[in-house]
């Protein structure tokens, strides 16, 4: 129990270093304005049309860091600090959630088997570890009680297999972003630097909480299978 609470201790300052330097880093390159002059709905636009996607729309919605491709009403929702603003962090998002759509639109494997994963995921997450309570408290010696706990168990590592089905969704899209930033010129050198830098930083959140989940379902395979 306490080796357990040190490594979520462990994985919880990671998490806090690596969303803080993100922040600092698209604060940083925030400021400076992109050479072309062209704002993150641009990029967007530009470079779907560069793919030949037609059908996906690039909107604006509320918050920071809210930015993300919905694949079911095939929308690019950029956050209100990247829709307009004209910079190398605002290129670099804009241009990562085009490549989320370019891999819709080419049916990229990881894609599709995360979106697939959704709706079973979005109901695993919530009440996985509800179930295992449950069955503990039905007595995890009796029989029943003990298949409660293990499918509350197994419900919970599809939450972490969704977490890491992700990674490569998600750096997939971002090297298909830096790709197309600097063989169509959109960005300066330094700006192309500024702009990997910043999806990189992006790519180690999603990372570290895959991390973070597994150190989760370790734990309670201990507390199940330690019993037996």
């Known amino acids: 129990m306490f080796t357990y609470y040190i490594l ?35 990029v ?6 560069d793919h030949g996607i037609t059908n996906v729309r690039v909107v604006c919605v509320s918050g920071r860091l809210t930015d993300h491709y919905n694949p079911k009403d095939r929308t690019i929702n950029l956050s209100e600090s990247v829709y307009s603003q004209r910079n190398a962090a605002a290129a670099a998002v804009a241009a990562h959630e085009c490549g989320h759509a370019v891999q819709h639109a080419k049916a990229y494997s990881w894609l599709q088997l995360r979106s697939a ?23 995890f010696g009796a029989g029943l009680g003990f298949w409660v706990v293990i499918l509350g168990f197994l419900l919970m590592g599809l939450a972490v297999l969704f977490s890491f089905i992700t990674l490569p969704v998600e750096y997939d899209a971002s090297n298909r972003a830096l790709a197309w930033l600097k063989n169509r010129n959109i960005v300066s050198r ?3 630097e500024n ?17 973070g989940a597994l150190a989760t379902l370790l734990y309670w395979a201990i507390q199940i299978f330690g019993r037996r």
């Open 8 to 42: 979520l201790a462990i994985v919880g300052l990671i998490s806090w270093v690596v969303s803080s330097t993100l922040k600092k880093k698209f604060e940083r390159y925030s400021r400076t304005p992109l050479r072309n002059g062209m704002s993150g709905l641009e």
């Open 44 to 49: 967007a636009e530009k470079m779907l049309s």
């Open 117 to 139: 994963m959704v709706p079973v995921v979005s109901i695993a997450s919530r009440f996985s570890t509800i179930i295992i309570f449950i069955g503990l408290i039905m007595g």
């Open 190 to 192: 330094d700006e192309y």
């Open 195 to 211: 702009a990997e830098d910043a999806l990189r930083w992006a790519a180690r959140t999603y990372l570290v909480a895959a991390l």
